[in-house]
C-alpha cells in the first residue's frame, strides 16, 4: 500500500510538472505574440501616417527573432527526471528498469539544456 501510494504522488508530481510548463510556456507564447502583434500596429500606424517609425521597434522585432536560452525547458526536465528517480527508488524490481531508464534520459536532456542555456544561443556574432 505505501510503495503504490508513493509511485502515484510521484505520477501526480509529474503530470503537475508537465502542466505547469505547458501552461507557462503557452502564456509566455501568447504574451510575445501579443507585444509582436502591438508593434507591428505601431509600424503599420507611423508609416500609413507619413513618418518614420522609431528605431526601437525595429530593435523589438528583431530581438524577437534571437534564440532564447532554454531555461524553462531546464526546470521542466530537471523536475521530470527528479520525480522518474524517486519512481526508480520505490519501484518493484521488475519496474525499476523502465524508470531508470526514463529517469536518466530526462536528466540528460536536462543537462544538455543547461550547457545550451549556459552559453546563450544568439548573443554572440559568430552565431550567424
Not at 509511485?7 to 510538472?17: E, R, S
Not at 521597434?57 to 528583431?62: F, I
Request: hydrophobic share 50%.
Amino acid at each position: 500500500m505505501d510503495n503504490s501510494l508513493s509511485q502515484g504522488a510521484v505520477a501526480a508530481f509529474i503530470l503537475a510538472a508537465v502542466t505547469i510548463a505547458m501552461i507557462a510556456q503557452g502564456f509566455v507564447s501568447l504574451l510575445e505574440h501579443n507585444r509582436r502583434k502591438l508593434a507591428m500596429e505601431v509600424i503599420k500606424a507611423a508609416i500609413e501616417a507619413g513618418k518614420e517609425p522609431p528605431q526601437q521597434l525595429y530593435d523589438q522585432l528583431s530581438k524577437a527573432d534571437q534564440a532564447k536560452a532554454p531555461w524553462s525547458e531546464v526546470v521542466l526536465f530537471s523536475a521530470l527526471g527528479f520525480g522518474f528517480w524517486i519512481a526508480y527508488a520505490n519501484a518493484e524490481a521488475d519496474q525499476r528498469t523502465a524508470f531508470l531508464v526514463v529517469a536518466s534520459v530526462m536528466t540528460v536532456s536536462a543537462l544538455g539544456c543547461l550547457g545550451i542555456a549556459l552559453m546563450r544561443p544568439g548573443r554572440g556574432n559568430d552565431d550567424k
